[in-house]
Every structure is written in structure tokens, then in C-alpha cells.
């Protein structure tokens, strides 16, 4: 037995050692299969959409469907007032969204007694789980007809309406993301500011925002995504006009708007021109994340 | 290997339920026609047993899938185009439906003109006192483009231009687009300004008012006498030879009991 032990121990130990591999190797694939599912899928859609809108660039040409102003489907497919809509809406939300999304953070990251923090940010959470179509209709039933009586238009079904249910959409993204990364920074950012005689107002403003940066730029990408891609919201209150927008008291539609609307009955090149406006959406927001990216990098060096 | 058979396994899962659709009756194209036909089609399925699937896509759509065969039926809720019509495709009106013009109940107007609506929606009168109504803009509210109640409004009140020879919608840019004729509604009822079409048979809204159009009621009378102009037919397209099944479900359609539910549904029997 003893004699035996050592040899009974060694195909065990060969055993395990190979069982040990044997799973390494399986989560080593699970891994890689996992982080190639967001891969494969953009691979795919980006491939599908090229091939799908590929007939209408070549039928309408790339820069009369950009930068051409006309929506006649089956005729022109012009979608550049789509493309400044879509801008527009989306800067706009981002300008009165994200001030006040970072000030909010701020606050429940350093200022709010934790009673009021405690009611804020379940608030802000629950605010991230409304679907779209309720912000659409609250914007229908509350935001136009107060444009209307504010700014005396007859519609307020127009950009701004579109811009003040953004701007309401992408708090809790940018709260909550840069609340986190507020509360991250190492206590010693603050204890040194103040001990060097800052007040906590000019802390905040000088120390903490800056060193958080990181942070609350990636809440603003994703804000800005999620501002860029929002579709049904925006079909409900931002009255889908086809024509170029000329001031923000006017309907407009965005690119995102366009699709949806129109593909349930389109065919043929005007389903491809529904495609192509798919790409331009693509374009634009690998456009912005890598425009955000490169900002962040350059700040952090 | 493991791959082939996975292959087959999916392309059996795929096609197996086209093997059990064999004696069931496909159906698809507009959807206005397709509000009516599903319930058509609950019915028939009730009395006989046989299945009937519904599916709304929209005229063009549906006209195509009945060309090549993917349905057995195709729906349309206008006309067909010269360049639709092939030899061997038939159809038949299995009903009518007006379409409503419909302003804010508030909006003291009542009446307009053929050429007014179509000059309201040239953006050619932009004021309600131009047509006897408050010293108050218009709102101009319409479809998404190729909706099939949008396509036979602009041709009944001939709002078509041609753009390189192609017959696209003349309705002015910056009016307010609905997608649906829930939507239009919510709009119109939200805004005294505002006006638009939607199908006569979705019209239940005490919040719209119905307009006469050049002093015609909307009636279903005045849409079968012709009097009442913006009216179009729902229509099954279909392959001359296409299965007894199929043709067994438009024989229901058309019976009496088909065109009464066809009337339940606020549309216009033809029978």
C-alpha cells in the first residue's frame, strides 16, 4: 500500500492537474465568448445595415442623401434637416441636461444630508427605469401645451420640447455615474483641499470635479448616446416634420425618428434610405464616442 | 459534421411550421385593412376551424407578398398602381372606408372645401380666419409617408407632384407628422389648431370634430352614393390560382355575416 501510495498519488495528482486545465480552459473560452458577443453583434449590425442601405447610396449618391434637404420618398431622400435635428436635440439636451445632472451629483455626493440623499437618489434611480413612451407622453400632455402657452406658438410639438425630455432623460445616467466616481476619489483629494484652506464650495469645483473627470465624461458619452438614439419620446413631442428646422419653436425630425416612423410600410429604395439613415446614426456616434475618448485620454495625460 | 447536423436541426425547426400551415389561410398587407380582417378572421376561425394569419404591413407590402406567393391574400387600402397589375392578379372590394377630416372640437369650423383641405395642406392657407374660423394658425397634421391612408388622401385631394418623373406627396414639409392614427388623434385632440384625416372607421373621439367636405356629410350613404369624396376600397389581392381555403375565407368576408362585422367595425359594407 505504501509502496503504492506514491504511484496512486501521481495519476491523481496527473488527474487534477489536467481536470485544472481542463476548466481553465473552459472559462478561458467562456471569456472570450462573452467579450465577443458585443464585438459580433456591432460586426453584424453595422454589416447589415451597410448592406441594406448600400442601393440608396448608390442610387441617390452619398452627398445628395447627406446633405440634401428634401424627404420625398420614393423620389429624393435628403436627410440633412434629420441630421441637424438630431445634433440639435441632442446638444441641447446635453447643455441643460448634464449641469444639472453634475450638480446633482455633487450634491448627493457631498453635500445632501444623508435624509435627503436618501430620498434623492432613489428618486434619480427610479427615474432611469421609466420607459421611453411614458417620457414621450409626459412630454405630449405636460411640456407641449405649456410651449405653447409660454412662447404663444400654435404646435409645441418642436425641438425644444424634444431638447427639455432629453435633457430629463439623460439624468439619471450622468447622476449616477458621476456620483460614483465622486464617490471614488481617495478622501485625501478633499482632507488635502481643505486643509490648505479651501472651502468645501471651491473643493468641490477645483479639486474634486477635476479629478473626477474621468468619470463624468464617460456619464456624458453615455448620455449623449442614449440622447442621440431616444425614438419614441421624440416621435411623440417633436412633431416629426421632415422640413429643416428654423429655430427651435419649430417640429423637427430626428434621424432615429425617420426610421422608426417610416419602416413598417416602406419598400424598396426607401426601405434602403431608412438603412442608410442608420448608418449616418452609426457614423455620427462612433464619431462622438471617439471624440470622447480622445478628450479623456489627452485630459489624462 | 456537428455543424451539418446543427444545420439541419434549424432549418427543420424553421420549416416545420410551414408543413403544418399547409390548410391555413396567410393574409397580410395595410394595416387599416387588417383592423377589420383580424376580427374577420377570429370569427371565420371560430365557425370552421380554420387557421387564418393576419399580419399588417402595409399596402405595398402586401400586394407584393401576394405577386410572388408569400400570402395567400394581400390586403391593400388603395387602388393599385399600373406597374402592380400583372395578368395573373385579381382582386376584390370587401369593403369601403371614408376618410375623416378632423379638427379640434373646440375649432368652430365645420365645413371646408376639396380645394381648401388641399390648399391647407400646400400651406397656400395657413390662417383658420381664411376659412371662417378664429384669427388662429393652422396646424397641418398628416401620416408618415407611404401610410396607406396618407396615399389615398393625396389622391383624392390631389396632393401629388412629380419630382424626376416620380409621383411623390406634395403636402408641405413642416407639417406635424403622426405615425398612426392613434397618434394623429392624441394630436388633433390636444390642439385647438390643429387638423387632419384618419380613417372613418377609427374616428370615436368626442374630442374630434368631423368635417363636412364642400357641405357633404361623412355618411356611410354619401361614401357609397359617392357624394362624400375622400373614400377608398379595402381590397383583397390575390393569384387567380390560389387555394380553396382561401377563397373559402373571401366567400365569409363577403357573406352577410362577414359584412355585418365588417359594419360592427365602422367601415362600409359592400354587400
Given at each position: 500500500m505504501n509502496t503504492n501510495s506514491e504511484l496512486n498519488v501521481s495519476p491523481q495528482q496527473a488527474m487534477m492537474a489536467s481536470k485544472k486545465d481542463w476548466i481553465g480552459m473552459f472559462f478561458h473560452a467562456l471569456f472570450i465568448a462573452s467579450a465577443s458577443v458585443g464585438v459580433i453583434s456591432l460586426a453584424t449590425i453595422a454589416w447589415f445595415l451597410f448592406s441594406e442601405g448600400f442601393t440608396a447610396f448608390k442610387e441617390a449618391g452619398v452627398i445628395n442623401l447627406v446633405f440634401g434637404s428634401e424627404w420625398l420618398p420614393p423620389a429624393l431622400f435628403g436627410i440633412f434637416p434629420m441630421i441637424i435635428a438630431s445634433l440639435v436635440s441632442t446638444l441641447g439636451a446635453v447643455l441643460i441636461g448634464v449641469p444639472i445632472a453634475l450638480l446633482t451629483a455633487v450634491f448627493l455626493a457631498e453635500l445632501a444630508p444623508k435624509w435627503l440623499a436618501n430620498i434623492v437618489r432613489p428618486a434619480v434611480e427610479l427615474l432611469a427605469g421609466i420607459p421611453s413612451v411614458v417620457y414621450g407622453f409626459f412630454g405630449l400632455v405636460i411640456i407641449v401645451p405649456a410651449i405653447e402657452v409660454l412662447f404663444n406658438v400654435p404646435a409645441g410639438n418642436t425641438v425644444l420640447a424634444g431638447i427639455i425630455v432629453l435633457a430629463i432623460m439623460i439624468l439619471p445616467t450622468v447622476i449616477t455615474i458621476s456620483e460614483t466616481s465622486l464617490r471614488a476619489l481617495p478622501p485625501a483629494y478633499k482632507e488635502g483641499a481643505l486643509a490648505l484652506g479651501a472651502s468645501h464650495i471651491y473643493s468641490i469645483f477645483k479639486v474634486l470635479i477635476p479629478a473626477a473627470r474621468s468619470g463624468i465624461l464617460t456619464g456624458v458619452a453615455l448620455g449623449i448616446a442614449r440622447a442621440i438614439g431616444e425614438t419614441m419620446a421624440i416621435i411623440m413631442v417633436m412633431g416629426n416634420a421632415p422640413a429643416m428646422p428654423g429655430s427651435l419653436l419649430e417640429p423637427a425630425r430626428t434621424l432615429t425618428a425617420?426610421?422608426?416612423?417610416?419602416?413598417?410600410?416602406?419598400?424598396?429604395?426607401?426601405?434602403?434610405?431608412?438603412?442608410?439613415?442608420?448608418?449616418?446614426?452609426?457614423?455620427?456616434?462612433?464619431?462622438?464616442?471617439?471624440?470622447?475618448?480622445?478628450i479623456n485620454k489627452k485630459r489624462a495625460h | 459534421m456537428r455543424k451539418v447536423i446543427t444545420l439541419i436541426t434549424t432549418i427543420a425547426l424553421f420549416a416545420s411550421p410551414l408543413s403544418f400551415a399547409n390548410n391555413s389561410?396567410?393574409?397580410s398587407g395595410s394595416t387599416s385593412v387588417s383592423n377589420v380582417v383580424e376580427v374577420l378572421a377570429e370569427t371565420y376561425q371560430k365557425n370552421t376551424n380554420n387557421r387564418v394569419d393576419v399580419q399588417g404591413m402595409g399596402s405595398s407590402a402586401g400586394i407584393i407578398a401576394a405577386t410572388n406567393g408569400t400570402s395567400m391574400l394581400g390586403m391593400s387600402s388603395r387602388v393599385l398602381r399600373a406597374n402592380e397589375l400583372t395578368p395573373f392578379l385579381e382582386q376584390t372590394v370587401i369593403a369601403k372606408d371614408g376618410i375623416a377630416i378632423v379638427i379640434n372640437e373646440s375649432n368652430p369650423v365645420s365645413d371646408l372645401t376639396l380645394s381648401e383641405v388641399n390648399k391647407i395642406y400646400r400651406n397656400k392657407i395657413t390662417n383658420w380666419k381664411q376659412v371662417g374660423g378664429d384669427d388662429k394658425k393652422i396646424v397641418v397634421v398628416t401620416r408618415e409617408a407611404s401610410s396607406g391612408t396618407r396615399e389615398a388622401f393625396e389622391r383624392i385631394v390631389g396632393l401629388k407632384k412629380s419630382v424626376n418623373g416620380i409621383q411623390v406627396t406634395n403636402i408641405s414639409p413642416s407639417a406635424l407628422v403622426g405615425n398612426g392614427n392613434g397618434m394623429v388623434k392624441t394630436l388633433v385632440s390636444n390642439n385647438q389648431n390643429a387638423i387632419s384625416f384618419i380613417s372613418l372607421g377609427s374616428v370615436d373621439d368626442s374630442t374630434l370634430k368631423v368635417l363636412k367636405i364642400n357641405g357633404v356629410v361623412s355618411s356611410d350613404e354619401n361614401i357609397v352614393s359617392g357624394e362624400y369624396q375622400i373614400a377608398r376600397p379595402f381590397i383583397f389581392v390575390f393569384n387567380k390560382n390560389v387555394p380553396k381555403e382561401a377563397h373559402d375565407f373571401?366567400?365569409?368576408?363577403?357573406s352577410d355575416e362577414g359584412q355585418q362585422i365588417v359594419e360592427e367595425q365602422g367601415y362600409i359594407r359592400v354587400k
Open positions: 425617420n426610421i422608426a416612423m417610416e419602416m413598417s410600410y416602406a419598400t424598396g429604395i426607401h426601405a434602403s434610405a431608412l438603412y442608410s439613415t442608420g448608418i449616418v446614426l452609426l457614423v455620427f456616434i462612433v464619431l462622438l464616442n471617439a471624440g470622447l475618448l480622445y | 389561410v396567410s393574409v373571401m366567400q365569409y368576408v363577403l
